[in-house]
């Protein structure tokens, strides 16, 4: 099977930059999409294609790729922001379309 | 504005077929490109992709859960369905369904793909 590996929790204070971290082999060939997830709430797009954000999301959201390593930085985080962030891709055999991260719990200060 | 609701029961016994249908409105399931899907949230857990169709039929499964699962479209009524069988109580989540798009990777060597919008889900419990 194929993994996307991010880590279990990140904390920062309000008004702070918080980024999260997401690794995988096939990263360099396949995009990575963003999701956040309240509780209770479906998961929402926030990211998609590496970098690009969905209308409706701010512009505080943003996605960057370096090797087999994506990130999602958050510049100025508000409470509001407090929510469990899932990455997604694919593997580059075909095999699995989508896959998942085990996703980052957000927290702010 | 595209949406999406799942429905079926919220408890099944073990060794039976789990059943949910997700029905989708402000759109049309068979008018695009898109692909169908279904997503799965055991309790506290994370997310994992059980299977989507796309839009000409075929259909396309996580290998963990291949052998239990099927998903059919019915254009007739704009809805998608989720057929697991021999369920245990692993098999206890929140379900929810998506719609897939689309697009290539960059340099054009495979297709990337991702879900938008997403149905608010619905809880199945497995038990007795």
């Known amino acids: 099977s194929y993994e996307l590996t991010q880590p279990p929790s990140v904390s920062v204070s309000p008004g702070q930059t918080a980024r999260i971290t997401c690794s995988g082999d096939?990263?360099?060939?396949?995009?990575a999409y963003w999701y956040q997830q309240k509780p209770g709430q479906a998961p929402v797009l926030v990211i998609y294609?590496?970098?690009e954000r969905p209308s409706g999301i701010p512009e505080r959201f943003s996605g960057s790729s370096s090797g087999t390593t994506v990130t999602l930085t958050i510049s100025g985080v508000q409470a509001e922001d407090e929510a469990d962030y899932y990455c997604?891709?694919?593997?580059?055999?075909?095999?699995?379309?989508?896959?998942f991260g085990g996703g980052t719990k957000l927290t702010v200060l | 504005q595209l949406q999406l609701q799942e429905s079926g029961p919220g408890l099944v016994k073990p060794s039976e077929t789990l059943s949910l249908t997700c029905t989708v409105s402000?759109?049309?399931?068979?008018?695009?490109?898109?692909?169908w899907g279904w997503i799965r949230q055991p309790p506290g857990k994370g997310l994992e992709w059980i299977g989507s169709?796309?839009?000409?039929?075929?259909?396309y499964y996580n290998p963990s859960l291949k052998s239990r699962v099927t998903i059919s479209v019915d254009t007739s009524k704009n809805q998608f369905s989720l057929k697991l069988s021999s369920v245990t109580a692993a098999d206890t989540a929140v379900y929810y369904c998506?719609?897939?798009?689309?697009?290539?990777?960059?340099?054009?060597?495979?297709?990337?793909?991702?879900?938008?919008?997403w149905g608010q889900g619905t809880l199945v419990t497995v038990s007795s």
């Open positions: 998506a719609r897939g798009d689309w697009d290539y990777c960059s340099g054009g060597s495979c297709y990337s793909r991702w879900f938008d919008p």
């Open positions: 402000g759109g049309s399931i068979s008018s695009s490109s898109y692909y």
């Open positions: 169709i796309y839009y000409s039929g075929s259909t």
């Open positions: 096939a990263l360099p060939k396949q995009y």
């Open positions: 294609k590496d970098s």
């Open positions: 997604q891709s694919a593997d580059s055999s075909g095999t699995y379309l989508w896959v």
